[in-house]
């Protein structure tokens, strides 16, 4: 039997759509547009910053109701109440671990390749009005106030501020409570179900609005600061941006190897988050977008709305990298000669002040002052060294960042076997061969 044209028409495959239409492809244009435009005409470029923050702002205004939904209705639906802190107990022990192990390695390197030897930077010569403001800001916090400082004012100012640690704490104790009301509660629930879709459907639509905004973030990076400014200190970023590759293919490919996935097709499942956050230099705009791939690759929606945020505050293995690699740079450009006991007194410190570092640009250079603080050895002035290139180290910090939560809540996941495998090796596979064939 001969079948219609028409027939055959209606049946053929569809065809695939052209690649530069793939968000991934025209974020990297972008990037590459900024950097042409920073370095063509610099003050058209540093005009192109409010690009780049409406676009974070855009993000940023909706990260604490993806939180809030996805883990309310999470909790909401779980049978067990103690399988939210064995997971939280579980998450926290991996994030200290990990992220004690890169303060370690960055350590390690640090007294290895001496990336500050050569600089014979007097401390005297250096103007510590530079670095005035972030040691303003970079304030010692007790354990009793990090406490207290995670409980809000009244609900809706957690909200308000966009604190994550705060709408965690609101979201779990929502969540909790309507579990407990059953079947009182459903209707509740329902409607929170629904709002979650319709929250990701705007994430969708706004991440289509991320090229204009790693195309705004680029150009004022490169036109402020320029490509000259990273001359003289090549030594430091080569050094940091090498280690933090290692730190990825080789201890966070090894972690994810045991927990059944290869690290680089999972980079490459990451691709359009990872241009954003080189762009912006923060981690926190592909929050939602992470959260919907993390889920898409068969994490269950409550562990992922738990394990992301959490790891946010807690999880900052970029950072971790740079505060101890970056406070030995300094010591060594000032000549300063520090003790064992002081190099560990760097990294027991630094435990402490990174965390809350990893989602905000610039947050990691004020947590580095503070460690610093602490050891009187090392001048505080010498952070003026890095202050001009912190943008483009930052760059490094928050994309490691945002791998170590990534591969955590894979982890956590076939940890609490709340991990579907055929779907992770379906997105995974899938992603690759979808590549091949374009």
Same mark, same amino acid.
Request: proline share 4%; charged share 10%; with cysteine.
């Given at each position: 039997?001969?079948?219609?044209?028409?027939?055959?028409?209606?049946?053929?495959?569809?065809?695939? *759509?052209?690649?530069?239409?793939?968000?991934?492809?025209?974020?990297?244009?972008?990037?590459?547009?900024?950097?042409?435009?920073?370095?063509?005409?610099?003050?058209?470029?540093?005009?192109?910053?409010?690009?780049?923050? /409406?676009?974070?702002?855009?993000?940023?205004?909706?990260?604490?109701?993806?939180?809030?939904?996805?883990?309310?209705?999470?909790?909401?639906?779980?049978?067990?109440?103690?399988?939210?802190?064995?997971?939280?107990?579980?998450?926290?022990?991996?994030?200290?671990?990990?992220?004690?192990?890169?303060?370690?390695?960055?350590?390690?390197?640090?007294?290895?390749?001496?990336?500050?030897?050569?600089?014979?930077?007097?401390?005297?010569?250096?103007?510590? *009005?530079?670095?005035?403001?972030?040691?303003?800001?970079?304030?010692?916090?007790?354990?009793?106030?990090?406490?207290?400082?995670?409980?809000?004012? #009244?609900?809706?100012?957690?909200?308000? *501020?966009?604190?994550?640690?705060?709408?965690?704490?609101?979201?779990?104790?929502?969540?909790?409570?309507?579990?407990?009301?059953?079947?009182?509660?459903?209707?509740?629930?329902?409607?929170?179900?629904?709002?979650? !879709?319709?929250?990701?459907?705007?994430?969708?639509?706004?991440?289509?609005? /991320?090229?204009?905004?790693?195309?705004?973030?680029?150009?004022?990076?490169?036109?402020?600061?320029?490509?000259?400014?990273?001359?003289?200190?090549?030594?430091?970023? $080569? #050094?940091?941006?090498?280690?933090?590759?290692?730190?990825?293919?080789?201890?966070?490919?090894?972690? $994810?190897?045991?927990?059944?996935?290869?690290?680089?097709?999972?980079?490459?499942?990451?691709?359009?988050?990872?241009?954003?956050?080189?762009?912006?230099?923060?981690?926190?705009?592909?929050?939602?977008?992470?959260?919907?791939?993390?889920?898409?690759?068969?994490?269950?929606?409550?562990?992922?709305?738990?394990?992301?945020?959490?790891?946010?505050?807690?999880?900052?293995?970029?950072?971790?990298?740079?505060? #101890?690699?970056?406070?030995?740079?300094?010591?060594? /450009?000032?000549?300063?000669?520090?003790?064992?006991?002081?190099?560990?007194?760097?990294?027991?410190?630094?435990?402490?002040?990174?965390?809350? /570092?990893?989602?905000?640009?610039?947050?990691?250079?004020?947590?580095?002052?503070?460690?610093?603080?602490?050891?009187?050895?090392?001048?505080?002035?010498?952070?003026?060294?890095?202050?001009?290139?912190?943008?483009?180290?930052?760059?490094? !910090?928050?994309?490691?960042?945002?791998?170590?939560?990534?591969?955590?809540?894979?982890?956590?996941?076939?940890?609490?076997?709340?991990?579907?495998?055929?779907?992770?090796?379906?997105?995974?596979?899938?992603?690759?061969?979808?590549?091949?064939?374009?």
């Amino acid at each position: 039997m001969q079948i219609p044209p028409a027939a055959t028409a209606r049946i053929s495959l569809p065809r695939k *759509k052209p690649f530069y239409t793939g968000l991934s492809f025209q974020v990297l244009f972008g990037v590459v547009m900024a950097i042409v435009l920073g370095y063509v005409s610099p003050h058209t470029a540093v005009a192109m910053k409010p690009l780049g923050d /409406a676009f974070i702002r855009l993000i940023t205004m909706i990260i604490t109701l993806v939180i809030f939904c996805t883990l309310v209705t999470g909790i909401a639906g779980m049978e067990d109440m103690k399988k939210v802190g064995r997971v939280g107990g579980k998450a926290l022990l991996y994030f200290e671990v990990v992220s004690t192990l890169a303060l370690l390695i960055g350590l390690v390197v640090g007294n290895l390749v001496h990336p500050g030897s050569g600089f014979n930077v007097n401390p005297a010569t250096l103007d510590p *009005k530079a670095v005035a403001e972030y040691a303003g800001q970079a304030k010692a916090q007790s354990v009793t106030d990090f406490l207290i400082h995670i409980i809000p004012t #009244t609900v809706f100012d957690a909200f308000a *501020k966009g604190d994550i640690l705060q709408v965690l704490l609101v979201s779990l104790l929502f969540g909790f409570a309507l579990s407990l009301a059953g079947s009182r509660g459903k209707p509740l629930v329902d409607f929170l179900d629904t709002l979650t !879709r319709i929250v990701f459907g705007v994430v969708a639509l706004l991440m289509r609005f /991320a090229p204009l905004g790693a195309f705004g973030a680029m150009a004022f990076t490169i036109g402020k600061y320029g490509l000259a400014s990273l001359g003289p200190l090549a030594k430091l970023m $080569a #050094t940091l941006y090498i280690t933090a590759l290692f730190f990825v293919v080789v201890v966070l490919g090894g972690i $994810a190897r045991v927990a059944g996935f290869g690290i680089l097709r999972f980079l490459w499942f990451l691709r359009e988050e990872l241009l954003v956050v080189l762009a912006t230099s923060s981690s926190e705009p592909v929050m939602p977008s992470l959260m919907a791939k993390l889920e898409k690759l068969g994490c269950s929606q409550t562990l992922v709305g738990l394990v992301v945020p959490t790891g946010y505050t807690f999880n900052a293995d970029g950072t971790s990298l740079y505060m #101890t690699l970056a406070a030995l740079f300094v010591a060594q /450009a000032t000549n300063t000669h520090l003790t064992l006991f002081q190099q560990f007194t760097v990294l027991g410190v630094a435990l402490l002040t990174s965390k809350g /570092a990893s989602g905000v640009q610039g947050a990691a250079f004020i947590a580095l002052v503070a460690t610093m603080g602490v050891i009187p050895a090392i001048p505080v002035a010498g952070m003026a060294l890095i202050l001009g290139i912190d943008r483009f180290l930052s760059m490094c !910090r928050a994309i490691v960042n945002m791998i170590g939560n990534a591969v955590a809540t894979l982890v956590i996941a076939r940890w609490e076997n709340e991990l579907d495998e055929s779907a992770l090796r379906h997105h995974l596979a899938g992603e690759l061969a979808a590549d091949r064939s374009s």
